[in-house]
């Protein structure tokens, strides 16, 4: 691969010249493509800056509007949520002795004699 790449694109003089501009010049195609890609690349942005951006601020906007009522605005209350969220949850979780059998009574599966060497 590397013998390929020096035949091609021959040894770099200097280092202000770019890897493209020996691509540009060795390879004639390879200009043609550079300007596709760019092509490509701005229609598909400004197509995302017109189109896709303003609804979904739009959205955002509408959707904060409307649970505005859930937005936390004390910095130290909103600092403790995910703490109270995670430990809430656990809280609801069933711990209780009767509800999980003793372990000697769980019965293990059985492994066959080829996974137990592996």
């Known amino acids: 691969m590397a013998s390929y790449l020096a035949r091609v694109l021959g040894p770099m003089r200097g280092a202000a010249t770019s890897a493209m501009t020996v691509l540009k010049t060795k390879v004639p195609q390879v200009a043609g493509y550079e300007a596709k890609v760019v092509e490509a690349y701005t229609s598909t942005m400004t197509t995302v800056r017109t189109k896709v951006v303003p609804q979904t601020m739009?959205?955002?906007?509408?959707?904060?509007?409307?649970?505005?009522?859930?937005?936390?605005?004390?910095?130290?209350?909103?600092?403790k949520l995910g703490r109270q969220f995670i430990f809430t949850n656990m809280a609801?979780?069933?711990?209780?002795?009767?509800?999980?059998?003793?372990?000697?009574?769980?019965?293990?599966?059985?492994l066959p004699a080829w996974y137990v060497c592996l």
């Open 92 to 110: 609801k979780c069933v711990t209780h002795p009767s509800v999980h059998p003793p372990l000697d009574t769980v019965k293990t599966p059985r």
């Open 58 to 79: 739009e959205a955002y906007k509408t959707t904060m509007a409307e649970n505005a009522e859930y937005v936390v605005k004390d910095p130290e209350a909103a600092d």
